[in-house]
């Protein structure tokens, strides 16, 4: 599957985005999808997952209650709603992808990757 992320941008602090994710291939519904983010000189970290059929999700404790992660399998799109959001919230993010049958939150487990959309935000 190729992925390609997009949505990122400069924000002020407590301010919105939403990152798209759209994906190539038949099969998308059967891939958990994963967003990830890397500040400069920081290691790559897992922000949110979800399930094939949407129905699971897991989060962060950086971002639960700010963040929101959804997918249209129709649209081969997951999104990633962040509200509230933090200077500490500057990355590039970017989308994953597995097939393992449950969440998986280590970037290593993750064999497909889009290429990263930057989000700045300032205080």
């Known amino acids: 599957v190729q992925l390609q992320a997009s949505g990122g941008g400069l924000v002020q602090a407590g301010g919105s985005l939403r990152l798209s994710c759209s994906a190539s291939g038949r099969t998308f519904s059967s891939y958990i999808m994963g967003w990830f983010r890397q500040a400069p000189g920081k290691e790559r970290e897992f922000v949110a997952a979800i399930s094939g059929g949407g129905t699971s999700t897991v989060y962060a404790d950086s971002v639960k209650g700010r963040f929101s992660i959804s997918r249209d399998n129709a649209k081969r799109t997951v999104y990633l709603q962040m509200n509230s959001l933090k200077p500490e919230d500057t990355a590039v993010y970017y989308c994953?992808?597995?097939?393992?049958?449950?969440?998986?939150?280590?970037?290593?487990?993750?064999?497909?990757w889009g290429q990263g959309t930057q989000v700045t935000v300032s205080s």
């Open positions: 994953a992808a597995h097939a393992y049958y449950t969440i998986r939150t280590m970037p290593s487990d993750c064999p497909y």
